[in-house]
Nanobody, 122 residues
Framework: QVQLVESGGGSVQAGGSLRLSCASSGSTYSSGCMGWFRQAPGKERERVAT???????SYADYVKGRFTLSRDNAKNTLYLQMNSLEPEDTAMYYCAAVDNRNLCWTRAYRYWGQGTQVTVSS
């Protein structure tokens, strides 16, 4: 069973930075992909970024140039470096994984962490 645990959230002022971490256990890199999602109150859950087996990444348009997704395979840890944060980035951020790469471009990931809160003040 795959387990994902997020950390690194917190409160920052606009323009600040945070780095989120997702520690994983189980097989999360044999196939498929991992990613970060976020959900703000009253809004739908949205995909922030996805990283594939070969290390390639895909980002939502609204975070391109500000967020960077990376992975340390030896530590089984996924990172999301968040720079130039804006109040609109305030949300609960979730780490997720799926072993079917056909689902990587959707929100139907199989495994989910409990989330870590990010709050950005203006």
């Amino acid at each position: 069973q795959v387990q994902l645990v997020e950390s690194g959230g917190g409160s920052v002022q606009a323009g600040g930075s945070l780095r989120l971490s997702c520690a994983s256990s189980g097989s999360t890199y044999s196939s498929g992909c991992m990613g970060w999602f976020r959900q703000a109150p009253g809004k739908e859950r949205e995909r922030v970024a996805t990283i594939f087996r070969d290390g390639s990444t895909s980002y939502a348009d609204y975070v391109k140039g500000r967020f960077t997704l990376s992975r340390d395979n030896a530590k089984n840890t996924l990172y999301l470096q968040m720079n130039s944060l804006e109040p609109e980035d305030t949300a609960m951020y979730y780490c997720a994984a799926v072993d079917n790469r056909n689902l990587c471009w959707t929100r139907a990931y199989r495994y989910w962490g409990q989330g870590t809160q990010v709050t950005v003040s203006s």
